[in-house]
């Protein structure tokens, strides 16, 4: 091992049969290939863990590509533990640009920059693309995940309770798929690259993704608007895909943003859609045997009776479409300063999620009893459905009877 420069990289293995790979410095592997040595990290979200969790090295330069908030926490456990290593953390690739602190180690350095410029002083994006996945970690899996960066903004970029796009933040990365690389592994392994960008865009569409590889052990997974724009354009590619032009159309799993399925709401957050095109987007999926994920949002503060009865009926026309496979996860609606919907808010409106450590302001939507009723309404049909539905948060919102 180097005992300069490391490169971290953290992996989740919780599954039996597989493991998902945080790969943060794909675009510069060749780089860091060349300047020091790639170590993977197990995830950890027990503060004990991530206490008894140890580096290779104990003194030199340590870059972290910090995907998520216990990333950075694992982070700030070893600019504690190891005094003599300076860190640099950010995700993927070296930014993290909603998280801050006020008390960091002196030897932890938190940074949003590409990581060719930060790490190599590079002016242009890289347009190269590598990863190496060890034996060791793959041993008895059957499934590993990793992704390809495509880019790190949104080009919708409207809808209001969303702070991932802001043209100030960095330079994009300009990949195409031309130097995709995905190894080749022994034995019955199958590979989930998710194609990462906040929403595919059109163009991708049409002049990237039939360029990806027909292969019966790769599944190419991204995030999918159901718009006006996007409609058209990927109904033609799923065709010509049937038709053997590109990957075939069961190598692809869409993840599309439902948020709150009522018309209203869909308006009032931007999002750029409709019911009836979520169902059209859905019913296509259905037809080419694709798996959705249809990710939801609760905790708003301004539902109607007509939301909810929009919301159960879309998830009633879901479970009707009995050919697609569906995962869902329901979340609750937390809102970034740097989101437009917060400027809505009076700051007693507000509740701030308190960090320990890291804090990136977010706040949730104080809730009033009627508000919290039509939440749990849906958010209980949700939950009973059969659209294989799972909440990541225990609580629609912090409640406010008044």
Sequence with gaps: MNQETIFIQFLHDKARNSIILNNGFSNVYNECKNA??????????EISAME??????????????????????????????????????????????????????YNLTLSKGLAEKVIFLKDKPNKTWDIDIPVNLIKGKNIIRFAYNIDRRCYWGKCIFCDGYNKDW????????????????????????????????????KNEVPKLPRRNDVIFDFFIRAGKEILPVITQVLEDCANGIGPAPEQFRFVIGVEFPSDRMLQYMGKGTSRALLLKLLSLAERY??????????????????????????????????????????????????????KQFKTSELIPIRRKIFNNGECRIKLNKEQQELNEAVRSFYLHSKINSYLYDSEIGNINYE
């Design 36 to 45: 020091g040595d790639f170590f993977w990290s197990k995830h950890y979200s």
């Design 52 to 105: 008894k969790n140890c580096l290779p090295i104990k003194n030199g330069k340590a870059y972290i590509s910090a995907f998520y908030y216990d990333h950075l926490m694992q982070s700030y456990i070893w600019a504690r533990q190891y005094p003599d290593i300076r860190f640099i953390a950010g995700g993927p690739a070296v930014r993290y640009a909603n998280f801050t602190s006020q008390n960091l180690p």
């Design 170 to 205: 960095e330079s994009p990365l300009n990949n195409n798929i031309d130097n995709l690389k995905i190894p080749k592994l022994n034995g019955n392994i199958n590979k989930i690259v998710r194609l990462n960008i906040p929403s595919i865009t059109p163009k991708f569409l």
């Design 289 to 342: 045997k694709i798996s959705v994920g249809i990710p939801f949002i609760f905790g708003w503060n301004n539902l109607t009776l007509k939301d909810v009865q929009e919301a159960v009926d879309f998830i009633k026309k879901v479970e009707q479409m009995e050919a697609l496979e569906t995962f869902s996860t329901g979340f609750t609606l937390e809102i970034h300063p740097n989101s437009p919907v917060f």
